[in-house]
């Protein structure tokens, strides 16, 4: 298993004894393969902030090969522009990575802006999710 993909597993609620031939580990494959949310029966534990009790739900539905600036992060979770710094640094406790799609909010002048674990590798998801944004959750072209 390579390394993004093991900081994952720690940061999942799973039980320690966990095997490659449980649900779970193909889920997490499944979801890490083709940029998508685990399956709504799992439970990322990542709070919201009681200004956006719904932030990281809204987060989810940015799709693939999409982005949204900070603003308009801001504006779906009905807070005023002043919010974006805010929701910047919101974005940056993540810790579910590409489960919890914080590499598709960017600046509001469309750069790359920054990224907990670099930007290369956000840019490097955006470059693959735009690719995959023509296929569907199981990787078929639509």
């Known amino acids: 298993m390579d390394p993004v993909t093991l900081d994952l597993w720690f940061c999942l609620p799973a039980p320690d004894t966990l095997h490659e ?8 494959q ?3 393969s083709h940029c998508t949310p685990l399956p709504s029966r799992f439970t ?4 919201s902030p009681e200004w956006a009790p719904h932030f990281w739900s809204i987060l989810c539905r940015i799709r693939r090969g999409e982005t949204l600036t900070y603003g308009e992060l801001c504006r779906l979770n009905a807070l005023p522009g002043g919010y974006a710094r805010a929701v910047g640094r919101l974005l940056s406790q993540n810790r579910y990575m590409i489960l919890l799609p914080c590499h598709r909010v960017v600046p509001a002048d469309h750069s790359i802006g920054g ?3 670099g930007v290369e590798q956000k840019r490097r998801l955006l470059d693959y999710e735009s690719g995959m944004s023509h ?3 199981a990787g078929r072209r639509t």
């Open 30 to 32: 499944d979801a890490l």
């Open 115 to 117: 990224y907990r674990w």
């Open 135 to 137: 296929h569907d959750d």
């Open 21 to 28: 031939k449980t649900p779970l580990y193909d889920d997490l």
């Open 44 to 47: 990322l534990h990542q709070e």
